[in-house]
């Protein structure tokens, strides 16, 4: 009995022995073998917005410092801080930087809601718009518009989405960073980028024939080109039976605004509401 006690005593502190050994030996390791991180990263990580948006095509805000540091990433890929944020990054890095970081944001380009689209059934699945459009490209006779179900609103990082007073999905420019995840994540291609200081924009996104719009919504683009009548220096350009706006044109566009018969030219200074 008292040689089984011994054998098992023997055990255990050859056990313990090798256990704080091999403790000894990690941890020398660890000291030996460790990376130091680079201070130039964390200070990166304090300049960024740590909205691990995505936007500038890596996981998050520290992925992006990392390779900043480590593989030269372009120091104006965070949309969400804007110009100010490149120009600290180049401060950090040492370097200069020209930044021409014209801000814009995403807008959704349609206004059928239920009073004024023609839907072909009525949808009680899950409430997603991606879920809604493999069946028949969604409820609505227009295939091109918003499904209204939210996905955008989900994926916002900052809450710049909502329903507004109307009950139709709404982009707050003024809170929008222009990651661009509702772009992504939308299936009809219906949330676009438009400069912040756009002061109209085309709320359609229909490329089918006027006939063929008139049938499906009441506020949907037909391509008549009364906009590039009446604004002629306003950017109104109709591609494939919708209006489109460039931007860079400096003219007028009140009138296009005014005149338009189905009234899809909207302002750009709506709020979601509170």
Not at 103 to 111: A, E, G, L, N
Not at 190 to 216: E, H, R, W
Not at 247 to 259: H, I, P, T, V
Not at 260 to 274: A, G, H, S, T
Request: proline share 3%; aromatic share 6%; hydrophobic share 40%.
């Amino acid at each position: 009995m008292v040689t089984l006690l011994l054998n098992i005593l023997a055990a255990l502190l050859t056990v313990g022995g090798l256990g704080i050994l091999f403790g000894i030996g990690l941890a020398f390791a660890s000291k030996v073998l460790e990376v130091k991180k680079d201070e130039r990263v964390s200070r990166l990580e304090e300049i960024l917005p740590s909205l691990n948006c995505g936007a500038c095509g890596f996981a998050g805000c520290v992925s992006y410092a990392e390779a900043i540091v480590g593989a030269d990433a372009a120091l104006t890929l965070c949309t969400a801080g804007g110009a100010a944020t490149a120009e600290e990054l180049a401060a950090v890095m040492g370097v200069k930087v020209e930044v021409s970081m014209d801000k814009k944001v995403t807008q959704v380009h349609c206004r059928g809601g239920k009073t004024k689209a023609t839907y072909e059934f009525i949808y009680e699945g899950i409430h997603d718009c991606n879920a809604l459009y493999p069946l028949y490209g969604g409820n609505k006779v227009c295939k091109h518009g918003c499904l209204g179900l939210g996905s955008c609103i989900r994926v916002c990082p900052v809450d710049a989405i909502d329903y507004d007073d109307e009950g139709l999905v709404w982009v707050d420019k003024d809170k929008c960073i222009s990651c661009g995840n509702c772009i992504t994540v939308c299936p009809t291609g219906v949330m676009q980028f438009i400069p912040y200081n756009a002061d109209v924009l085309v709320a359609c996104n229909s490329t089918d024939k006027g006939a063929q719009v008139k049938k499906a919504c009441k506020v949907g683009c037909i391509g008549c080109k009364i906009c590039e009548k009446k604004s002629p220096e306003g950017g109104f350009i109709i591609e494939s039976f919708l209006a489109k706006i460039d931007y860079n044109a400096q003219g007028e566009r009140e009138n296009a605004l005014l005149k338009c018969p189905q009234k899809c030219i909207i302002r750009n200074d709506k709020l979601v509401k509170d």
